[in-house]
């Protein structure tokens, strides 16, 4: 816990959360949201889920190179606000959305969080001391699963408050927590210390 005092390593960790909170959201609303908002089948749902999970495997290389010449806070924030420029559009999709329609803002959701995930791993195991490489890890391992956990409870809460428009709620909402991630990323730029690549 003691960790949590490094602004950065904080900003860091809450990015993390909150970026999570938009994948939970995401992963558990999209498959009723496809079928129920969309009337997609259940397999043809399935395979409109994998744009996302492609372009983050795709993007996450590239984007562990970039992070070794640009700073965590930019190249997350970018990422996050692309993350969600593309909850944004799938909330707004109409149910006579064709499958490209679809795909490409799935693929824009993961070119997003593809693009922020090693930096900011990058930044959290930088910003603490080597010896506390093991603390590190559970911080991160705690934020990831907080954010996924709450992204599902959130999902849940949509569904209770909304009805049968729950599934778009909660896209709204996951637009919601990953422009919040992308400030608190942003943020990151204005902590002493942060160097280029951290």
């Keep these: 816990v003691d960790l949590l005092q490094r602004p950065l390593f904080a900003l860091s960790a809450f990015t993390s959360m ?3 909170t938009t994948q939970g959201l995401a992963f ?18 399935g395979f409109l889920m994998l744009p996302w999970a492609l372009v983050v495997a795709l993007s996450a290389p590239l984007a562990g190179r970039l992070s070794e010449r640009i700073q965590a806070g930019w190249l997350g924030g970018i990422g996050l606000v692309t993350l969600c420029a593309g909850m944004v559009g799938l909330a707004r999709l109409s149910p006579d959305a064709s499958v490209p329609d679809i795909a490409w803002r799935m693929a824009l959701c993961g070119a997003g969080f593809g693009l922020f995930q090693s930096p900011n791993l990058n930044a959290l195991m930088s910003s603490a001391p080597p010896e ?4 590190a890890s559970g911080v991160i391992a705690i934020a990831r699963l907080l954010g996924q956990t709450s992204g599902a409870a959130l999902v849940a809460l949509c569904f209770g408050l909304a009805g049968a428009a729950g599934p778009t709620w909660a896209l709204w909402l996951g637009a919601g927590t990953a422009a919040v991630a992308a400030v608190a990323s942003f943020a990151r730029l204005r902590v002493p210390g942060a160097v280029s690549g951290r």
């Excluded at 609303?29 to 079928?35: D, I, N, S, Y």
């Excluded at 506390?132 to 603390?135: L, Q, S, Y």
């Design 18 to 20: 909150a970026s999570f």
């Design 28 to 45: 558990v609303g999209l498959p009723f949201f496809f079928q129920t908002v969309l009337h997609r089948p259940p397999v043809e749902t």
């Design 132 to 135: 506390r490489a093991g603390g």
